[in-house]
C-alpha cells in the first residue's frame, strides 16, 4: 500500500512526434517536476497571481499550449494541459509559446539550445475571470441538478 503522500510520475506523451510531460497539480508532483525540469530541453510554467506579487498554488483551469518556430510560424505541437507544468522535448531553436486560457493568449519567445534547458512562465493576473474557464464540480454539479430537480 503506497504512503498518502505518494504519487505516480506523470506519463510521458507523443505531440505531433515529441515527448512532454505535464503534471506539478499537487505538492510533491510539482517538486518532482522541478527536480526533473533540467532534463527536459524545456519547461512551461502556468500560474495565476494572487494580487499581491506570489502565484496561487495549482492551475485551475484546461489550457491549450501551441509552439511554433519562430521564424517561420510552422506549428511544432499544440496540446491541452490543466497542470502548472509542461515539460518538453524540443530541438534546439528558437520558438513562440502560446498559451491560451478563455480566450486571452499569452506569448512568450523560448529559445532552447542544447544541453541548457530552457524556461517559459505564464503568469495570468489576479484579476482574470478564472470562474469562466473552470469546470464545475462534480459536487456543484450535482448539487445544481438536484436544486433544479425540485
Same mark, same amino acid.
Given at each position: 500500500?503506497?504512503?498518502?503522500?505518494?504519487?505516480? @510520475?506523470p506519463p510521458i506523451q507523443v505531440a505531433q512526434g515529441i515527448e512532454y510531460m505535464c503534471g506539478g497539480t499537487a505538492k510533491g508532483e510539482a517538486e518532482f517536476m522541478e527536480m526533473v525540469a533540467p532534463?527536459?530541453?524545456a519547461t512551461i510554467e502556468l500560474g495565476v497571481s494572487d494580487g499581491k506579487g506570489a502565484q !496561487?498554488? /495549482?492551475?485551475p483551469a484546461k489550457a491549450s499550449i501551441q509552439?511554433?518556430?519562430?521564424?517561420? /510560424?510552422q506549428p511544432i505541437m499544440n496540446v491541452e494541459t490543466q497542470a502548472p507544468y509542461m515539460l518538453a522535448r !524540443? @530541438?534546439?531553436?528558437?520558438?513562440?509559446? @502560446?498559451?491560451? !486560457? /478563455? /480566450?486571452?493568449? !499569452?506569448t512568450q519567445s523560448l529559445v532552447v539550445i542544447a544541453g541548457a534547458p530552457a524556461r517559459a512562465s505564464f503568469l495570468?493576473?489576479?484579476n482574470f475571470d478564472m470562474a469562466s474557464v473552470t469546470p464545475a464540480l462534480p459536487q456543484t454539479q450535482a448539487l445544481a441538478q438536484t436544486s433544479a430537480a425540485r
Open positions: 500500500m503506497l504512503p498518502a503522500h505518494a504519487f505516480t @510520475n532534463r527536459w530541453a !496561487l498554488a /495549482g492551475f509552439i511554433r518556430q519562430k521564424y517561420t /510560424g !524540443l @530541438n534546439p531553436g528558437a520558438y513562440d509559446v @502560446n498559451v491560451t !486560457l /478563455g /480566450g486571452l493568449t !499569452l495570468w493576473p489576479s
